[in-house]
């Protein structure tokens, strides 16, 4: 069994209970390992996993699916001496084009985060265990539209490392993304590609999409023809949730939020 409790995430209907930023945080726990796949920007993931009966002293491995504040900044608060697995990019000085007052990379630098952790950088797929895996570098099928960031020498910032992660099961694959700034469908078919099973159990995270378009529309038209649930997270928009809710009656679909847990 594949257990994700939400740490931290945009969306939080009992503000009474739980505490939250804009940003993402999930502690993921499979037969093998128990995983915290980012941080969000500050130290609510902790309280909330207090909370919420989540016990962050077992977690033996960290996942950061990019190098954005609001799902890395949190690692400040986390000392646990445990495998930490990213893209090499995540240490990148990015800020937002328009204004480069604000910066938008995390704060630690890629020496912390060796002295903290048991760092693995890296651009290829990684094994957690037997059946999770980091899947490093995502390949750009489906086009994305990236305009909102620019690195320290003024070129335009890719967001080469954003990523994510993959759970294969018996039921099928769990893909678990961050922000899709390399676009969930792409995240997905690598997904498949990694873990060679085209049989998608379910989509959970950030996607990406503010509004609907034409990019919106594709990726429904995506998750329709492939995926069997889908779990919106962190930077997907209300208009944009209400679309695919509307949309695709043929599979489940959810909006998650602060404090939800999901068994697979």
Known sequence: MTKIVILNDTRNFDKEKFENDDGFSAYIETENNKILFDAGPTEKF???????????????????????FDHGDGLKYFNNKVEFI???NCILKRWWKDDHSHYSGIQLSKKELETKYNAHFTKEPYK???NAYYLGEIPRIYPVNLKKWVLENGENDEVLDDSGMVINTQKGIIVIAGCSHSGICNIVEHAKKVTNNNNILAVIGGFHLRQ???TTNKVINYMKENVKEVILAHCTSDEVCNKFTNDLKEIKVSITEVGKKYEF
């Open 46 to 68: 902790k309280k909330n996993a207090e909370k919420l009966g989540v016990d962050l002293n077992e977690v033996d491995t960290i996942v950061l699916s990019h190098g954005h």
């Open 128 to 130: 957690i265990n037997q």
């Open 86 to 88: 990213a893209h090499p």
């Open 212 to 214: 609907v378009d034409e």
